[in-house]
């Protein structure tokens, strides 16, 4: 099931890509006119933010703005938690806050102040901090359908990849703890700048790290190079899954931290989307309607 909603992303960021492509080579140079000179370009007419192309970008980014609510609502209403795993859910919020952004972008074609301006603004820092939220989900250790673990479950995978290691790849005690060492390397009580700066960083060190210690450990035991890339993985899975059950608390306050900044602006950009759309709809602008 997780393939399907994988296959469809791919073809939606495709499709957006490529509408994306079509704008910038059609009405880039529309965008980078002087704001006072557009009313006198023969695309003005259809690539203004009322105009036919302009309007509908507006109409298509507003509609996977409010699509991508439902992952709110799968969260919060006791209903809708039996349709479907939240990491899906998850994975099309996050689609949808980028790739309606970009096409509201383009239907403001690069012009926006007043009150449109602060809800503008709003969606650029929801979608920034969309990233860094993604970034901070993940550390905190989750089951396959994106619910987070018990305590006494994370000590049930986290013993569980022990035995693996020492089971199938006949990895010692000093061994595995020397895995655990390497992921626990980092600060104790990591600040929220210091983990958004620095981890993506440790990570990819400790990838090396576990690269080169993977390679020792075969040469050592002489276990068969077809191995290689699924003990490199396993053992850089443990190493991971050691960091985040021993920075787990630090996590969960930076995560709260993070909500406590992203929320806000995700309410005010949806109100002053909802007034922008409402009003402009009184004043008759329905696109083709």
Same mark, same amino acid.
């Given at each position: 099931?997780?393939?399907? #909603?994988?296959?469809?992303?791919?073809?939606?960021?495709?499709?957006?890509?490529? =509408?994306?492509?079509?704008?910038?080579?059609?009405?880039?140079?529309?965008?980078?006119?002087?704001?006072?000179? %557009?009313?006198?370009?023969? +695309? #003005?007419?259809?690539?203004?933010?009322?105009?036919?192309? &302009?309007?509908?970008? &507006?109409?298509? &980014?507003?509609?996977?703005?409010?699509?991508? +609510?439902?992952?709110?609502?799968?969260? %919060?209403?006791?209903?809708?938690?039996?349709?479907?795993?939240?990491?899906?859910?998850?994975?099309?919020?996050?689609? /949808?806050?980028?790739?309606?952004?970009? $096409?509201?972008?383009?239907?403001?074609?690069?012009?926006?102040?007043?009150? =449109?301006? =602060?809800?503008?603004?709003?969606?650029?820092?929801?979608?920034?901090?969309?990233?860094?939220?993604?970034?901070?989900?993940?550390?905190?250790?989750?089951?396959?359908?994106?619910?987070? $673990?018990?305590? @006494?479950?994370?000590?049930?995978? *986290?013993?569980?990849?022990?035995?693996?290691?020492?089971?199938?790849?006949?990895?010692?005690?000093?061994?595995?703890?020397?895995?655990? @060492?390497?992921?626990?390397?980092?600060?104790?009580?990591? &600040? /929220?700048?210091?983990?958004?700066?620095?981890?993506? /960083?440790?990570?990819?060190?400790?990838?090396?790290?576990?690269?080169?210690?993977?390679?020792?450990?075969?040469?050592?035991?002489?276990?068969? %190079?077809?191995? +290689?890339?699924?003990?490199?993985? +396993?053992?850089?899975? @443990?190493?991971?899954?050691?960091?985040?059950?021993?920075?787990? *608390?630090?996590? #969960?306050?930076?995560?709260?931290?993070?909500?406590?900044? #992203?929320?806000?602006?995700?309410? =005010?950009?949806?109100?002053?989307?909802?007034?922008?759309?409402?009003?402009?709809?009184?004043?008759?602008?329905?696109?083709?309607?």
């Amino acid at each position: 099931m997780k393939l399907v #909603h994988k296959f469809i992303i791919i073809l939606l960021a495709i499709a957006v890509l490529l =509408v994306s492509g079509v704008v910038l080579v059609t009405a880039g140079g529309y965008y980078l006119t002087p704001l006072a000179e %557009r009313p006198y370009s023969p +695309l #003005h007419r259809l690539w203004r933010p009322g105009g036919l192309m &302009g309007h509908g970008l &507006g109409i298509v &980014g507003s509609f996977m703005i409010i699509i991508m +609510l439902g992952y709110s609502l799968r969260k %919060r209403v006791r209903r809708f938690r039996r349709w479907g795993h939240i990491s899906i859910w998850l994975n099309y919020h996050i689609f /949808f806050g980028i790739a309606g952004p970009i $096409l509201i972008i383009f239907h403001t074609s690069l012009k926006y102040n007043g009150i =449109v301006a =602060v809800s503008f603004w709003s969606m650029i820092a929801v979608a920034v901090s969309g990233f860094l939220g993604r970034f901070l989900y993940v550390q905190i250790p989750r089951s396959r359908t994106g619910v987070e $673990l018990s305590k @006494k479950e994370i000590e049930v995978r *986290n013993s569980a990849l022990r035995e693996t290691l020492k089971k199938d790849y006949h990895l010692n005690e000093e061994e595995v703890k020397q895995l655990e @060492k390497m992921g626990q390397a980092v600060d104790r009580q990591p &600040g /929220f700048l210091r983990v958004i700066l620095l981890f993506p /960083f440790k990570n990819l060190s400790l990838s090396l790290k576990i690269r080169r210690q993977t390679r020792k450990i075969m040469a050592k035991k002489q276990i068969e %190079r077809k191995y +290689l890339r699924e003990l490199s993985k +396993l053992m850089r899975r @443990k190493a991971i899954f050691s960091r985040r059950i021993y920075l787990l *608390n630090q996590m #969960h306050r930076v995560f709260h931290f993070w909500h406590v900044v #992203h929320k806000p602006f995700a309410y =005010v950009m949806i109100s002053i989307m909802i007034l922008h759309v409402a009003v402009t709809t009184y004043m008759g602008l329905t696109w083709i309607f």
